[in-house]
């Protein structure tokens, strides 16, 4: 029965998401104050069902109904309840489902938080809001319904892949989708104002909060996804530069840098139409993203779904929204121009500098990513490209991007006098190179000049973003906005601190594993004592320990499984993980080599947690700037012009 | 020109000489880092290149892996049903390596024209194989039957019939 209930509710979400995407358009041009209206009501009613549909579809996961055709091939009667739940979006079907429902969630909150804004803006908004629901909606009805019946009923399911059994792997793709939706709010922003034809103040004061939820969901579900790559896959490794992980990375770049220009469209009233172009971008790559992964194309372990005809619609559906929005870009941008003036050594330049080199960083990454998709699509032979091509093309931009970075975050609107500013960073300046040349020096022995180099950039812009939120050094005042920024750059510093270290001196082996041999591998000695047989819910293993100790003296028992699991009977490596804020030591089990010595990755990773806590200092820095006070002040007046006044001191501007 | 004029002009040039660098930079490691597929055809009938890295696909043939006890050094070969190509390779395999399965390696080939791998990729789906490997089957078998009807004996080996078409439909 729940099935029939959520394919009814996805079909009543379906026309309801028609009559959002038609209605309040058109009255918007007539004027017609009662189409408009229907936005509201029938934006509601879509997410009422899409819940309806989603809950559904849990049920039948809860309830085991391995009639159901996705259930089956997604579930099993072995599963634990936890894992049940996130089965729901442990594929292709159910993915689109949550996607539905998350980008439903995010226009019914701009419904509820327009108040402040005209009518016919937000009429519009959720009129294009409303486009992309029924896109999806379609897309998921048309080739990819999560309810369709197996008849007959098997008697048990194929289970969830084993892979995406694991905690973090159910909170990855929520997180990711909500970010990558996210920025659909902010294209349909950016869409309305191009249908209004104007842009000011108020229309960027709008968008930033949500531009900014969206971009720290995103960080927040790229950051669990790099972490769960880290110790599930059990190649020790937090990026590899796979297609799929640089499809998220991409819309996070030109989010990145749509959220600096709209400061300064905000602030300043300038760079209007490379901002709606950001906006329409960053979705626009959300897009590429969802057919890089959805169309199974691409060699990754997320492509589960390889249909041709699913490929060819959103692929389809993404040149037709593409191709709309930026038509509707070239017919109405050039009236936008503005000529509000700036001097070199203002924050505008910075942020001028921020948006090219992040855009620059997200055409090498695309280049890279598509090339190997044209070559084959002509028939030149099959390529791949390297990660040492990726690492080396996003350092060109990033290098100056952060040295240019800890100057920005003190220069004021319009024009900085460059004698107070030097005074400022002096200090922290001095305190980057006397802390980042030695430390890797100090701790690793030897240094490479990208080490230092990397080092000494962290804590520049670790020590940079902090000296405004310390008292007395700081600004008397500073807004939420403020804090935000300086939090969230401290991350990245963090962040840096991290990939530097971790990048330069990992080490990682190959060892036969042999009961009571030590393994003196980095400093460390790895015994293996022995293995033994362990049961889990829905799976069989054999469980190595490992004892470790340095110098004679005990640090820890690590202790890493070969996992059967009993549907799927592929074998899955645990990694056994030693964690620590100086550095993780990994084990993972390889194979038998007879007489019960086991093949073992020994891995050891230097600071490799500062990458994860930094984008979660990233994250929270966001949360901090959207609560800002301003956000939330009442209604402007709609004629207000681009250029508002809070353009002198760095305590009012927000980078 | 007045001085705002060629200020404005330094920081065009400077700015369009960071891209052109930068861009010629990244293009460089990108002609560099470029790996090329091989399937055991291409790979026997063109030959491949010796100082370049790139990857060879296909299934692991029955009964080729060799590991002499307590080694880490393993030794396969790597089949589209046509023809194979011998890989050594040393360390921790992936989860899904065995024989019958679908691989790609990536590494050199070797003085004595054995591919010395450096990383073997497994997929971690046993219903998903890498579209190139999937490919190059198919072609491999297509060749490996064109072969048979002409008379030639079939001298891809014994794995001809040991891998069915139903272990690799499933995922593509």
């Known amino acids: ?655 | 020109m007045t001085p705002a004029r060629k200020r404005r002009l330094v920081m065009v040039s400077a700015l369009v000489a960071g891209v052109g660098l930068a861009t010629t930079l990244a293009l460089r490691a990108f002609q560099e880092n470029m790996l090329y597929f091989y399937s055991p055809t291409e790979f026997v009938q063109n030959g491949v290149p010796e100082e370049r890295t790139i990857r060879v696909g296909g299934l692991v043939a029955d009964g080729s892996v060799r590991r002499a006890a307590g080694s880490m050094t393993i030794e396969f070969e790597v089949t589209d049903h046509a023809y194979t190509v011998p890989v050594t390779y040393t360390g921790v395999l992936p989860d899904l390596f065995r024989e019958g399965q679908g691989v790609v390696a990536r590494g050199r080939i070797g003085e004595n024209g054995m591919f010395m791998a450096e990383n073997i990729m497994a997929k971690h789906d046993e219903n998903y194989m890498p579209p190139e490997v999937a490919q190059a089957l198919h072609a491999g078998k297509m060749r490996a039957i064109e072969r048979a009807r002409e008379g030639f004996p079939d001298d891809a080996g014994s794995n001809g019939t040991a891998v069915s078409d139903s272990g690799y439909a499933g995922g593509y």
């Open chain 1, 1 to 655: 029965m729940a099935p029939e209930i959520g394919q009814v509710a996805l079909v009543l979400a379906l026309i309801l998401a028609l009559i959002q995407s038609v209605a309040p358009i058109w009255g918007s041009f007539t004027g017609n104050r009662m189409l408009m209206a229907v936005a509201k009501p029938a934006v509601t009613g879509q997410m009422v069902f899409a819940a309806v549909a989603f809950g559904a579809l849990t049920w039948a996961f809860v309830h085991h109904d391995f009639s159901v055709s996705f259930v089956a091939g997604h579930s099993n009667s072995e599963l634990p309840l936890f894992y049940r739940f996130g089965a729901v979006w442990g594929g292709h079907e159910g993915s689109l489902l949550l996607w539905i429902l998350v980008l439903a969630i995010w226009s019914v909150l701009v419904a509820v938080f327009s108040r402040q804004m005209p009518e016919r803006f937000v009429a519009r908004v959720l009129g294009v809001l409303g486009v992309v629901a029924v896109g999806f909606l379609s897309f998921t009805l048309f080739t990819s319904n999560p309810f369709d019946r197996l008849i007959p009923a098997p008697a048990d399911g194929q289970d969830l892949n084993p892979l995406l059994q694991d905690p973090a792997l159910m909170f990855h793709p929520p997180l990711l989708y909500i970010g990558y939706v996210g920025f659909a709010v902010a294209f349909a922003f950016a869409i309305a104002a191009l249908l209004e034809g104007r842009i000011d103040a108020a229309w960027a004061r709008w968008t930033r909060p949500w531009t900014t939820a969206a971009w720290l969901f995103l960080t927040l579900g790229i950051s669990l996804g790099s972490w769960w790559a880290y110790y599930e896959l059990g190649w020790g490794g937090w990026w590899f530069w796979d297609p799929v992980e640089n499809a998220s990375l991409l819309p996070w770049l030109v989010g990145t840098a749509l959220i600096h220009s709209l400061a300064v469209t905000e602030k300043r009233g300038l760079f209007k139409s490379w901002t709606l172009l950001l906006a329409i971008s960053a979705f626009s790559l959300s897009l590429l993203g969802t057919f890089l992964v959805r169309s199974g194309i691409l060699v990754s372990v997320h492509a589960f779904a390889a249909d041709p005809s699913r490929g060819l619609y959103i692929l389809a559906f993404m040149g037709i929204v593409v191709t709309i929005a930026l038509a509707l870009y070239a017919w109405r941008a050039p009236a936008m121009a503005s000529d509000a003036g700036f001097k070199p050594l203002s924050r505008e330049t910075f942020l001028l500098a921020n948006n090219i080199l992040l855009v620059v960083a997200t055409l090498l990454i695309l280049l890279g990513t598509l090339y190997p998709l044209f070559m084959d699509a002509l028939n030149l032979g099959k390529i791949s490209v390297g990660p040492p091509y990726f690492d080396l093309a996003f350092m060109i931009p990033m290098f100056p991007l952060m040295l240019l970075l800890g100057i920005g975050m003190h220069t004021m609107w319009r024009q900085t006098p460059g004698s107070p500013l030097w005074r400022k960073l002096r200090l922290p300046a001095i305190a980057a190179l006397v802390i980042g040349i030695p430390m890797p020096l100090v701790f690793y022995g030897t240094a490479g000049v990208l080490t230092v180099l990397g080092s000494i950039l962290a804590f520049w812009i670790m020590i940079s973003a902090l000296i405004d939120v310390l008292p007395k050094v700081g600004p008397a005042r500073v807004t939420r906005s403020h804090i935000g920024m300086c939090i969230a750059h401290f991350g990245l510093g963090v962040m840096i601190l991290g990939i530097t270290f971790v990048s330069s001196y990992d080490l990682e082996v190959d060892r036969a594993g042999v009961p009571g041999q030590p393994i003196t591998y980095a400093g460390y000695e790895f015994t293996m004592l022995g293995t033994r047989g362990v049961q889990g819910p829905n799976f069989d293993a054999i469980e190595a320990e490992v004892e470790v100790r340095r110098n004679g003296e005990y640090v820890t028992t690590l202790l890493p499984q070969k996992r059967v699991y009993r549907v799927q009977r592929d074998p899955i490596t645990q990694t056994a993980i030693g964690g620590g804020w100086r550095r993780e030591l990994l084990v993972s089990m390889g194979e038998p080599l007879g007489d019960g010595a086991w093949s073992l990755r020994i891995q050891y990773k230097p600071l490799v947690r500062y990458v994860w806590l930094g984008t979660i200092f990233m994250a929270l820095g966001g949360l901090i700037a959207m609560t800002d006070r301003r956000y939330r002040l009442a209604r402007r007046r709609e004629t207000e012009p681009a250029v508002s006044g809070s353009s002198t001191a760095t305590a009012g501007g927000q980078g």
